[in-house]
């Protein structure tokens, strides 16, 4: 399993260490990582060797090929200093792109011919040239197109690199793949996208993701690349904004986890499978902010230890904190033990309490105990948590991987203080959904950010309101102007009662969500009351940004 | 002048004040904003009162037109109740979206008879409807679509709303607007972009930008939309994920001045022209890093007063201050009177020193005394300064507004910590350039973030780097790694001298550029010695990643 150093922030020091301590084999050398160091090359060949990596690959090498006589023997001189660099590196494989050079002319012939030439010069010094056709190559922006020019070369130091992103992103048929013989690809390189209709070079410079971040199919385009014999490395090329400025050690982690869950998907390696999850046991909560437990009782919840909490058939531990925030997410597993194993296997640490997250909630493995009792409420619906904007896909990913959960269409909304990315996913039975900020905020949005709730189910959100008001639970008051729209929009039959009790409203092709809030505690954390009515899907967030400005209000109201 | 809540964040109370604060006389009220707003809409309308706002537009109205009879009957149900918020609002004009929907079909004539009824809806009210194209509209997406419509509809209450946004992303000629009659243009929206190949509808909800900081030509589609009569509001509409979530006050001031920017130059106000400038007398920098002054003297410069430094053409005043940065930029102005009080009439407020700039410099505007001496240095070629990421289009568009420069060519690079975003102004003999982090900096970025740097010219470089350097100046040492790649990329002649003073080089098609900088002083700034050979446009930008990387070690070596 190989990386390529482009992956990650840094100097070219602090990736090899970053690389290493993840557990990655070999690297693919970025260049201009290579020459912003003060390291020669042969002391990174050293300093590699010493960390346990192998150069599996020196990139890139640009607009080689097609090109008058002149230009191709300045391209070759310009190659020989590249092979000098690589000699002392002890890498023999350099990536070739495509040409974008308007030097270049449209002629297959001549690039064999001038590709051929230059893998005898690669020959010469025992390295080979791998051939990649950019998506956006000038004339050559496809692997089958790249494929014919290769065999047409027939040189045996030439053959091809693949790039999942620059085949998917044109929609290319990775099936197509398995004609080519295993010794004529020489490279493969994996990155996700998430599906956008923009330039596929801007796409591809700034928003690649790694495995199971994005959309793309990997599991098919990797399957096709082995089905030919390729038994090369599995390397990420991931260029990626957030990326690029984050703690390379973080980021290596997570990338080898998607590269793990990607192999389990393709039956490389053997993960202890994520068993069923029946639901939740209960969540906990850590605050010193004592509105929050009078607000659970005036909710109907009781206690039922130290710190435990009940009410129906949901249960939560309040445990005192400095800040407020959810603590642990502990889940109901089929088999606890398998759980916690995956999870490490999954490159997380578990302790005594369960398995730390990247977003700091401690996810505890339980069994179901049946707890169904009298009360408004039936249990959990969804957890909905919170990480850095450049630490959410990764995040997002483990959550996925570790407790087996499918993602759900990704949401984007315009919320009073800046845009907000949700992304949830789910078994059915168990929901995490983080909401995260687009962009790291400024520093001007006042009152709440980033806020953490548990949302609890019930069957009749209307009658839940009424009891819980009357009980005194600190509910979330939405203004008239809310009414007035969803009366404009969807006009539901019971608009006059969801005014009255300020309950929130959404539907979809499914079915309808009513969905209500209490105030935020401890500045962080809320909770939520929903109801599914049929088979509606999503979490209601077409309401956020007002549910949003109503929190606004009454932490303003609250503070006075 | 009128802008849109949309292009503001925050509460409807928060955007209302602070677009009355910069002096606007309108708003139009974006629907979102007062659904979410606990302010009815009576109260709205007494807020806007209060603060001298009149309410131009209540926007936006989606999917009315061209639809089956009983989405008709559905749609002006939904019209009404918008009309009924609009009659306690006293707002009279609605903006009325091409349709996206997959109710609609494609009919002019059927769109144009339900407009025609929307309008007599209105008109029953007083009201009226601007209908406009969306450059995404499924049927209708361009203007004169959407004027023929309009006129076939024929109804006094049925006009035209144009977003420059939808006509020119699209490509449409704004020349053929002037066809159209006055009293058929009901509204006049105006945004800038930046020239993305992206999907239309995610480049306008994302990527809009004020006039004046984007790519569009602002003043020939304002030009032809008053040559029709129009007497209306010039009214911003501009969706930007960093606005979205940046301090409305300071948002609307900066929106406010690209307004006023856009006026001068259609003649519709008189600023103080922009006085032809002379180069720099000067920059002053605080510090109390020692180290800054001893390589002031290593550069041979010498103190020609209290704080004065000077070197050849080159001046500078050093101040103590807490921390290190450049504190003001001294130009020269044929008129400084004037450039101050065009700077004052373009919202900024000077005082005793000069003129404040958004991003904390002082602009101060003085005489160029004939200063001419012996030296290598000649002069200061440009100052680079910094910006928040979320703040520097405006910051750069205050810069070339108040000091009359004409914005170059925006690059874009790759450093070690982050891709980062250079943008520079120039008129020939003074050059501002901003370089800033494409998103906000995660916290792992080590060292030195955000450097500002003067740079001076030589008219010898690789002299100046022998000279300074055997002075003592501390000059930034650059690795053979970064030599042996410009020996392939560019085969300068003079490879040798380059390499053994550390002088970075770069050429375009004009000519060529030497480089080179001291350390960094004081955490923040650092000195380069620049050589312009021919007419080289650029700021060797190509090399900064070089250089930051050479940076980062120099800190860790002294810092040892």
Redesign the interface.
């Known amino acids: 399993m190989s990386i390529a150093t482009?992956c990650l922030?840094?100097?070219l020091d602090d990736k090899l260490v970053a690389v290493a301590s993840a557990g990655f084999d070999g690297v693919e050398i970025f260049?201009?990582d290579?020459?912003?160091?003060?390291?020669?090359?042969k002391r990174i060949r050293e300093r590699c060797a010493d960390l346990g990596l192998t150069i599996d690959l020196y990139q890139p090498f640009r607009d080689f090929e097609a090109v008058p006589p002149d230009v191709l023997a300045a391209n070759l001189?310009?190659a020989e200093?590249?092979f000098?660099?690589m000699a002392e590196l002890g890498a023999d494989t350099v990536l070739v792109c495509s040409s974008v050079s308007p030097d270049a002319v449209d002629d297959d012939d001549l690039a064999a011919e001038q590709l051929h030439l230059l893998a005898d010069r690669a020959a010469d010094r025992g390295m080979r040239v791998a051939y990649e056709a950019l998506a956006w190559g000038r004339f050559v922006d496809t692997f089958d197109h790249s494929w014919r020019i290769v065999r047409r070369a027939a040189h045996p130091a030439l053959g091809l690199c693949l790039d999942s992103f620059h085949v998917l992103s044109r929609g290319g048929d990775p099936a197509a793949i398995r004609v080519i013989p295993a010794d004529k690809v020489f490279f493969l390189q994996l990155a996700d996208a998430p599906r956008?209709?923009?330039?596929v070079l801007?796409w591809s410079r700034?928003h690649r993701l790694f495995p199971g971040q994005g959309a793309f199919d990997l599991t098919g385009f990797v399957g096709s690349v082995l089905a030919t014999g390729y038994t090369g490395p599995l390397s990420l090329e991931v260029f990626n904004?957030?990326f690029?400025?984050?703690?390379?050690n973080r980021t290596a982690v997570d990338a080898m986890r998607s590269l793990l869950v990607l192999k389990e998907k393709l039956g490389l390696v053997d993960l202890p499978r994520a068993p069923a999850l029946d639901g939740y046991t209960g969540t906990e909560i850590a605050t010193h902010d004592p509105a929050l437990r009078e607000t659970m009782t005036a909710l109907g919840f009781h206690r039922t230890g130290t710190g435990r909490w009940r009410q129906g058939g949901a249960t939560l531990t309040i445990r005192t904190g400095a800040a407020t925030r959810i603590t642990a997410v502990e889940v109901a597993s089929t088999d606890p033990e398998r759980s916690r194993r995956r999870a490490e296997a999954l490159l997380a640490r578990p302790d005594e309490h369960g398995v730390p997250a990247p977003d700091g909630t401690t996810v505890a493995f339980g069994t179901l105990a049946n707890v169904a009792g009298e009360g408004l409420l039936t249990g959990i619906d969804h957890v909905s948590l919170t990480a850095?904007f450049?630490d959410v896909d990764q995040t997002a990913l483990f959550y996925r991987a570790v407790l087996g959960l499918t993602a759900e269409p990704e949401a984007e909304f315009?919320a009073?203080?800046?845009?907000v990315r949700s992304l949830s996913a789910s078994d059915g039975r168990v929901r995490i959904a983080h909401n995260v900020?687009?962009?790291?905020?400024?520093?001007?949005?006042p009152a709440v950010t980033d806020p953490q709730h548990i949302a609890f189910t019930t069957a009749d959100a209307l009658e839940a309101a009424k009891a819980m008001r009357a009980s005194g639970a600190r509910l979330l008051d939405i203004?008239?102007?809310?009414y007035?729209?969803l009366?404009?929009?969807l006009?539901p039959p019971n608009l006059d009662e969801l005014r009255a009790n300020s309950v929130l409203y959404d539907r979809d092709e499914h079915g309808e969500y009513l969905h209500f809030s209490t105030d935020i505690f401890g500045d962080r954390v809320f909770f939520e009351i929903v109801q599914r009515v049929g088979g509606y899907l999503g979490y209601g967030v077409v309401n956020s940004?007002?549910r949003?400005?109503?929190h606004?209000?009454s932490r303003l109201r609250n503070s006075r």
């Open positions: 482009v922030s840094g100097t260049e201009n290579l020459v912003a160091s003060s390291l020669s090359p001189r310009r200093r590249k000098d660099v956008l209709r923009m330039d801007q700034h904004d957030v690029r400025q984050s703690d390379p850095p450049d315009a009073p203080y800046g845009l900020a687009m962009l790291r905020r400024g520093d001007w949005a203004g008239d102007n809310y007035d729209d009366d404009a929009r006009a940004p007002v949003m400005a109503a606004r209000r």
